[in-house]
């Protein structure tokens, strides 16, 4: 294709050489211009198949920070705190069978932590109230204030915090393990993580060679996981100290009250810190396995936004399970891909094409194989798809928001919980996993930042670097300005024929005199068009927040009222302004402005989420090419044209976002039915964890759209009846 | 030292005996005077640990009266107080942190022997103000060669400051600068040992096993100094460590009740024997000192504190038992003293504590446990807290009061590149917010000048008995570096020195009425001293935006382009004259057109232009005959043109595919 443009530039040039020469940018562009179907066509499907090669293209991880040096101590997690970890587990069985709060537990735990000789302190907290703000994740956390439990509320969560500071340690930095529990409804995988992080807590409490401090959460999960330790770590980094009076706070914190256990001084414990945190393990057992020959752990580093942990920190995590411990470290998938048809074709395709490539070029190594391209595949499209959506995958996610690396383990044993040998066996790797990871982060001087932060996993021990996974979407966007510069400047040269040829033939020309009388200013029609539309969107993306004020609205409801106002604010518009085909916007203005504002909004959503811009890409922009008015006359024969109209109406149906909700919740779950009142639900999950895709969805996206929409409803009449009156 | 190089022979022996002999002579008129003590104090601490302080005093009587010689004062110190004209100076290196609320913060130990994580130097000059800036670069240097320490980072003038009255009352020739993150090893210890008359060689020094004093929870020495005209020099080295002893069964308990506190014996303790004392030192003592909690609790058992009581018993029997009573005469601690100048290398001394009972007691604390922390997260901005709990300390003091007041004075420094604005402070006592001018008496602020001085904070506050907690704001923006300016491992962050508080109205001097005083022990005339109460807080880590180091090139290159853009456009832009350039194009064109048709035409005129047409060459001649085609559009026009790119595109596609088929074959062949 190179070659062909190059030479055909050669052409060019050589045509024009006896013209005053422009420059070659300029004559570079005008070429494309000129060329800009054949140009865009090619630039969309080499971006589509770019975006498919992208699994061949990872490379295998690496370690970046030399003094990680993971693995080169022996770990000193023993049998010996494998059954401490039995102890702690047996003791909070029983105090959990007693009791009906969480508060029992909280108590035996903070008992077990002050007897190992570390400080220990309660941090109570509120569940989260839902909130309508699209526009947090622009603002700094520090403006979001901890929320302290009043004296009214009795719900109330309360995580447990130990802090071991190291022995010889300046505290400047802390390492953060946090392990979350249900306080309300006990699972024993649950208390088996809780008895997990305190052996290793207790481990580490030992440990001469700490030189940052340990600080172990367990984290009362019965908001949500999220909610209980972004509490936490809102209280530390953003407290409150205006309360009403220390008399009310002592009853307030009737928790901490509770334990004064052998403490002379009654003294209510305050909360306590460590210093700036280096990075954070959250770990937990999920369900066990009956199937499975290993013991797995799934990683979890998706944070909000598309933002990702160092790819140190989970290389540290995937060498240590895997080369030391001996787990099978995983990575979520989506796991309908793994069965798909379609992809199994694709990955044999290029794994022919490889061989072929590689005959040519030893170095070309895209010749995966058929299995590890169809699960790298579905990898990676999790991976897209859980950063493209901006909600973290787990708590790791509020860690993330406070500039902390953090990842999430959840480790899914193969044993029986009654087999006592392999529990403890178990408890064992498990532990000796996590102090390996706390080791090598102990080793750091620097905070992580030598290894990637900008990357898609396709295994938990491949990733696409931000070098690479940017070509597809570069390629997809190029041809937007090209474009939209074909169509403006297209509708002028158009004019310029005219009035050559308006001697000749002058039935023709004299509409495009007549249009031309309009004179270069017509853009400001379609500029006119889409400021009223975008001006909609912000309307609409700022609906929910009053339709949230409703008291008992069902999601139905909801969405059909949202609907609903949206239309009228749209004809309220269109009332005011103008419809905009009484203007008389021409279709290719239209089209044009379209697509500069789609390339704006694509562009700025790359940099705040990289991966809704790559799938909104995928979506929008051969939805804007295609978009032609139904009712456009053109010189083709039935059958392309048929063809045209019939992808155009495809495509302006799957960009409808509900639509696209619901080949999500296709691929995703397997069910294809969808709800009027889930995408109300969707729309809430998106704002609630302020995630910039709603933004995007409903800034850049939908007035994209309705675009469209204008465009293939497009009624052409100006020309026509132009004609007419000529 | 200027005399002449002695010949060799029989002269040479008279020339070493000389300085020998001056020697000598110095010692027996100086002896009397110059005086070295060694002490050391063992206690107990209520965690399990173990705490050792080591005490070393050498004095130089005025130097008028020694000369330049000394018998047993290291000469570098006087030199260097000679010098620099020192009053006073301190330097500490630590490594760890004091825990105030498990090893105390109200006992001379604490307030004078806790120092901050690093290297901590402040001094009192003798000088004229505007001599003392330059005197402390010079003794900056001058301390970091003799202690192999990085000491010479204080010498910028951002790193030091000049506070007058919240780290030391002074006349503005005190100087103070902090390092937090000078890591403290043996290589900071075996200097500070060679200030020492017989090193560790012998005496209590000896006990000084590296491995074993390095093992510990917390680690200072410090070196102090003091000088008139009137006193002479007074050099007083300390050591403390905090240990953690080993017990039998070898595995650490952790618990804290229902268990025995780990026996130890200064054998365990330092993997040393103590085998005779420093010949040279005047007096060599070790004390072991139990907490006013212990002495309570034995009292409260009706038993009498001897060694061998209901709770804990010492190895061997204490040449003498010295008690502490505070004002109200309530005996609070005491202290066991054992002298060592009688035990020999066949001898070894060795003292131990068992105990019998499990025993829980707590330190004295401070009034109010300071911390402070960082709030807020990002590169841009975030605020200081400073946090005070009060620990009821006054209630047991003076009674139950609550309408009286705690005064406390808070000394911070914070590096430039922390912009604090310190119209934003805010304090909150117990939950509300109170007028900055209700708490605070007294305050100096020297704001921070970009490359230039720290911000430094001097500040009194007045806090109501009846507080339980307090907090203390104060925002910052973070400011940018230049890139020489980073220091290595930038990534790590950026350290704000610990502040100190200190509390006035607390003394935490010790009142030994039974002590003779001509008993000549510096350590516990040390603890006599009135010594404000006073803590240290953390050191804190604020991240900083830093560039990618590992990425000069990539910078480079990058600016490079876009310069290389921005020239060359200007350039072409400026001197390019568009109108000019199509003249001369029509101009060449014609030009060529006339050439060939003459020469086609004119065969007599080729000789003359065949010198032009050699040093054309043959591509030239094509472009031009290529040229003189296109001139001409009404014969050949586009078809023979477009014919011609077709036959070259096709060209080079066979070209292509003909390399690309050759090469997969060979390859796989």
């Known amino acids: ?726 | 030292m200027a005399r002449p190089p002695p010949p060799a022979g029989p002269i040479l022996f008279p020339s070493l005996l000389l300085p020998f002999l001056i020697a000598t002579a110095a010692a027996a008129s100086a002896a009397a005077n110059e005086e070295f003590t060694e002490e050391l104090l063992l206690r107990p601490l209520p965690d399990r640990k173990a705490l050792a302080h080591f005490y070393f005093r050498s004095s130089a009587p005025p130097a008028a009266s020694i000369g330049r010689h000394h018998h047993l004062f290291p000469k570098a110190i006087s030199q260097l107080v000679k010098k620099y004209h020192i009053s006073e100076l301190e330097l500490s290196f630590t490594q760890g942190r004091w825990n105030y609320e498990q090893w105390g913060g109200f006992d001379p130990m604490s307030t004078s022997n806790a120092k901050p994580p690093g290297v901590e130097l402040w001094a009192v000059f003798d000088l004229p103000l505007s001599e003392i800036d330059a005197t402390w670069k010079n003794l900056t240097h001058t301390l970091s060669g003799l202690f192999c320490a990085s000491i010479n980072f204080l010498e910028s003038s951002t790193s030091f400051s000049a506070p007058r009255w919240g780290f030391k009352l002074n006349e503005g020739n005190l100087r103070y600068g902090a390092l937090p993150r000078e890591a403290v090893c043996t290589e900071n210890l075996t200097p500070w040992l060679k200030l020492l008359p017989c090193r560790d060689k012998a005496g209590i020094a000896s006990l000084l096993y590296r491995p074993s004093i390095y093992k510990g929870y917390y680690h200072s020495q410090k070196l102090k100094l003091r000088s008139s005209q009137s006193l002479g020099i007074i050099l007083d080295q300390t050591l403390t460590v905090v240990l953690q002893p080993n017990t039998i069964s070898g595995k650490q308990v952790q618990s804290n009740h229902g268990q025995l506190q780990p026996s130890w014996s200064m054998r365990h303790l330092f993997n040393r024997k103590l085998s005779e004392k420093c010949f040279v030192s005047k007096s060599s003592r070790i004390f072991i000192e139990v907490d006013k909690g212990i002495v309570d609790k034995v009292n409260k058992s009706g038993s009498d504190l001897s060694w061998n009581n209901e709770f804990f018993v010492l190895s061997n029997g204490p040449d003498r038992l010295i008690k502490d009573l505070n004002n109200l005469e309530v005996q609070s601690s005491s202290i066991y003293e054992y002298d060592v100048s009688n035990y020999t290398e066949e001898n070894p001394f060795d003292v131990g504590i068992t105990w019998k009972l499990p025993l829980i007691w707590s330190c004295t604390p401070s009034p109010f446990h300071a911390s402070r922390f960082l709030m807020g997260s990002g590169n841009e901005r975030g605020s200081i807290a400073l946090s005070f709990m009060s620990t009821n300390l006054h209630k047991k003091k003076f009674g139950s009061t609550n309408d009286c007041s705690i005064k406390a004075v808070i000394f911070q420094i914070v590096p430039w590149y922390v912009k604090v604005y310190y119209h934003s402070l805010e304090i909150f006592i117990n939950g509300n917010q109170k007028p900055v001018s209700e708490v605070v008496d007294k305050i100096h602020v020297t704001p921070s000048e970009d490359k230039l001085l720290p911000g430094t904070l001097e500040m009194v506050l007045r806090f109501p008995c009846s507080m339980q907690s307090a907090t203390l704001t104060l925002d910052f923006d973070k400011g940018f570096l230049h890139i020489d300016e980073y220091p290595p491992d930038a990534n790590q962050g950026f350290d704000i020195p610990s502040a100190l508080v200190s509390f006035p109205e607390f003394t935490s001097a010790r009142n030994y009425p039974e002590i003779d005083p001509l008993l000549g022990s510096p350590l516990l005339e040390n603890f006599q001293e009135d010594s404000v109460v006073k803590s240290y807080t953390e050191v804190l880590l604020v991240p900083l935006t830093t560039p990618d180091f590992s990425m000069p090139y990539n910078v480079i290159t990058f600016t490079c382009t876009v310069l290389a853009l921005y020239f060359g456009s200007l350039l072409n832009a400026l001197r390019r004259r568009i109108g000019e350039e199509e003249r001369e194009l029509k101009k060449t064109g014609k030009l060529i057109i006339e050439f060939l048709f003459l020469e086609n035409s004119n065969p007599h005129l080729t000789s003359l232009n065949s010198t032009a047409v050699t040093r054309h060459g043959l591509i030239p001649q094509l472009l031009a005959k290529l040229r003189g085609q296109k001139v001409d559009p009404t014969e050949l026009g586009s078809s023979s043109e477009s014919i011609g790119s077709k036959k070259l595109l096709f060209k080079v596609v066979f070209v292509a595919v003909a390399a690309v088929l050759f090469h997969y074959f060979s390859t796989n062949s």
């Open chain 1, 1 to 726: 294709v190179v070659l062909k443009n190059s030479i055909t530039v050669m052409e060019s040039s050589a045509k024009q050489e006896t013209q005053p020469k422009p420059r070659l940018i300029v004559r570079l562009g005008v070429f494309l211009a000129s060329h800009h179907i054949l140009f865009s066509v090619i630039c969309c499907s080499a971006g589509i198949i770019a975006l498919l090669l992208l699994p061949s293209l990872a490379k295998n991880t690496y370690l970046s920070e030399n003094a990680l040096i993971p693995g080169s101590a022996n770990p000193l997690f023993s049998t010996e705190d494998a059954i401490e970890a039995n102890r702690f587990m047996k003791g909070i069985e029983a105090v959990a069978g007693d009791s009906i709060g969480g508060i029992d537990m909280a108590k035996f735990i903070a008992q077990q932590i002050e007897d190992m000789g570390a400080e220990v302190c309660y941090h109570k907290f509120l569940p989260h109230s839902k909130h309508f703000h699209p526009l947090k994740f622009f603002t700094s956390m520090s403006k979001d204030m901890a929320i302290q439990p009043n004296g009214t509320d009795t719900n109330f969560g309360i995580n447990t915090i130990g802090i071991i500071r190291a022995p010889r340690g300046d505290g400047k930095e802390a390492i953060v393990l946090v392990t979350p529990y249900n306080s309300q409804r006990v699972h024993s995988n649950e208390l088996l993580s809780l008895a997990l992080g305190f052996s290793v807590f207790s481990l580490l409490s030992r440990a001469a060679w700490l030189s940052k401090d340990i600080v172990w959460v367990s984290a009362d999960s019965q908001f949500g996981e999220y909610a209980s330790v972004s509490a936490w770590l809102n209280q530390y980094h953003n407290p409150v100290f205006l309360s009403h009076s220390v008399i009310s706070d002592t009853k307030i914190y009737g928790a901490d009250h509770i334990y004064d256990g052998n403490t002379e001084k009654g003294e209510f414990k305050a909360f306590k810190r460590a210093g700036t945190m280096a990075a954070a393990l959250i770990f937990k057992v999920g369900q066990t396995r009956r199937y499975g020959d290993r013991d797995s752990v799934t990683m979890y580093a998706e944070a909000s936004n598309g933002q990702m942990p160092n790819l140190d920190l989970l290389n540290v995590v995937h060498y240590l399970a895997v080369h030391r411990q001996g787990f099978r470290v995983n990575i979520a998938a989506f796991s309908s891909l793994l069965s798909s048809a379609w992809l199994r074709v694709i990955s044999e395709f290029f794994h022919t094409l490889g061989t072929v490539l590689r005959k040519i070029n030893p170095d070309w190594k895209l010749d995966i194989a058929v299995p590890d391209y169809v699960e790298g595949t579905a990898n990676l499209a999790n991976s897209i798809y859980n950063q493209a959506l901006g909600v973290p995958t787990g708590s790791h996610g509020a860690f993330r928001d406070y500039q902390v690396d953090a990842v999430s383990l959840e480790f899914s044993p193969t044993f029986n919980v009654r087999n006592e040998n392999a529990k403890s066996l178990f408890l064992l790797r498990g532990g000796r996993l996590v102090e390996g990871v706390v080791r090598s982060v102990n080793n750091l001087l620097e905070k992580f930042h030598q290894s990637f932060f900008l990357y898609f996993l396709t295994a938990p021990s491949k990733f696409i670097s931000v070098g690479v996974y940017m070509i597809p979407f570069a390629l997809l966007l190029a041809p937007l300005p090209i474009v939209a510069a074909a169509l403006a400047d297209g509708r002028k040269t158009m004019e310029k024929l005219a009035e050559k040829s308006i001697d000749d033939n002058k039935a023709n020309g004299s509409a495009g005199f007549l249009q031309s009388k309009g004179g270069s200013w017509k853009w400001l029609q379609a500029a006119k068009v889409l400021f009223v539309i975008q001006l909609w969107a912000v309307l609409v993306s700022l609906l929910p927040y009053y339709i949230t004020q409703i008291p008992g609205a069902t999601p139905m409801q909801s969405a059909v009222i949202w609907a609903m106002l949206s239309i009228v604010i749209l004809i309220a518009l269109y009332v005011m302004f103008g419809s905009p085909y009484s203007a008389g916007v021409e279709w290719k203005l239209l089209k044009a402005t379209m697509i500069t504002s789609i390339s704006i909004g694509l562009g700025l959503m790359s940099i705040i989420n990289f991966a809704t811009a790559q799938l909104g890409a995928l979506i929008v922009i051969p939805m804007c090419l295609f978009s032609r008015p139904l009712k456009a006359r053109s010189g083709m024969n039935f059958l392309p044209r048929a063809v045209l109209l019939a992808s155009n109406i495809t495509l302006a149906a799957l960009g409808f976002p509900p639509a696209a909700l619901l080949i999500l919740k296709g691929l995703s779950k397997g069910s294809w039915t969808v709800a009027v009142g889930d995408f109300w639900v969707w729309m809430e999950f998106l704002w609630e964890w302020s995630s910039a895709t709603y933004l995007y969805l409903f800034l850049v996206h939908l007035p994209c759209w309705l675009l469209c929409i204008h465009v293939l409803l497009h009624p052409c009449r100006q020309a026509e009846s132009k004609m007419k009156q000529e």
